[in-house]
């Protein structure tokens, strides 16, 4: 005993002072990895878009699926990725419903009929359930400060999306509210597991598990919903299913093992601003002056959930 505390009572500045450098840069890293997937994420609903002026709604998510897990499982062989234990399968099936499944197939229905602003609205609150469904699951508390930014971050994207769809609401928002709750379990489910195994293998096993009912959907789909093969469509279904449905998924699971589900949830307050800013560029959708006030008080909430203790 008196070897050990003559041994740590020297060091003890050494000691305080290098866990703090170590912890700075895996606290960077994760946030800058959770954010790049928050912009991969931003141009999902103008990438469906596009995709919806060639595929019909049920082929365009077939077949962003089985493209998905074509790429995820070609990762897994090619790096000899062991299969996950048997505890984790009913978690990753729940990623599976969540993220690839669920949340692509109800905002593209719900994009059928409403505008990308307006479906913003999903992704405006997704930060806010997100949190919800961590403190639920995985028995996370964050600050009464945190809660209080969360909740004015996303009442503003809500006003603000709300103010962009004249304030009326549609049949698409059923399919929106759904795709709200699926997706906010995912996210939470797949940042639970990434703690245990690289993100990029929980989204990648979770597409590998959606590929035979993808691969069954998607030739009855195709049968059915007629093809136009243009440029948009062609690029919007490469997007979705690369960017949208891996990488981006790779990236932001990285960054919610890194640095918690809580706070890196809301940094998607971001996302419905940076949507609306690729729909303009994209989709020549118009911009009202409303979108950088919302933005200047959507980046105040972010740097205070980000410096509330989670």
């Known amino acids: 005993m008196k070897t050990q505390s003559s041994a740590t009572a020297p060091s003890s500045i050494a000691v305080t002072a290098r866990p703090t450098a170590r912890r700075s840069r895996p606290g960077l890293g994760g946030t800058l990895q959770a954010a790049l997937g928050v912009v991969a994420f931003s141009l999902t609903f103008p990438a469906t878009a596009w995709g919806l002026e060639g595929f019909g709604p049920w082929s365009l998510v077939a ?30 099936a729940v990623v599976a419903a969540g993220v690839v499944v669920g949340f692509p197939l109800l905002s593209t229905l719900a994009l059928r009929t409403s505008t990308t602003a307006h479906a913003a609205v999903v992704v405006g609150l997704l930060p806010l359930t997100t949190a919800l469904f961590s403190a639920l699951r995985v028995g996370s508390r964050p600050s009464r400060t945190f809660w209080t930014a969360a909740l004015a971050g996303a009442a503003a994207v809500v006003a603000f999306t709300v103010q962009q769809s ?10 929106l509210f759904g795709a709200l709750l699926v997706c906010a379990a995912g996210y939470t489910e797949g940042g639970r597991l990434a703690r245990v ?8 096993w979770a597409l ?6 993808a691969a069954a959907a998607a030739a009855v789909a195709l049968a059915h919903e007629p093809v136009r093969l243009t440029a948009h469509g062609v ?3 490469l997007w979705v299913a690369a960017g949208s449905q891996f ?19 809301q940094l998607q307050l971001a996302q419905p601003l940076l949507t609306l800013v690729w729909s303009v560029l994209l989709l020549g959708e118009h911009l009202t002056v409303a979108a950088p006030l919302t933005a200047a008080a959507v980046l105040v909430c972010i740097a205070v959930t980000q410096r509330a203790r989670g």
């Open 63 to 92: 077949v962003r699926c089985v493209l998905a897990a074509l790429i995820a499982g070609g990762c897994l062989v090619a790096l000899r990725v062991p299969v996950p234990a048997r505890r984790h399968w009913p978690g990753l």
């Open 208 to 213: 590998v598990l959606c590929l035979p009912l």
């Open 166 to 175: 004249g304030g009326a609401l549609t049949g698409a928002d059923l399919y």
């Open 235 to 237: 690029a919007g279904l």
């Open 247 to 265: 990488l981006g998924l790779v990236v932001w699971y990285r960054g919610m093992a890194a640095i918690g589900i809580p706070k890196a949830s």
């Open 197 to 204: 195994m690289p993100g990029w293998q929980v989204i990648g």
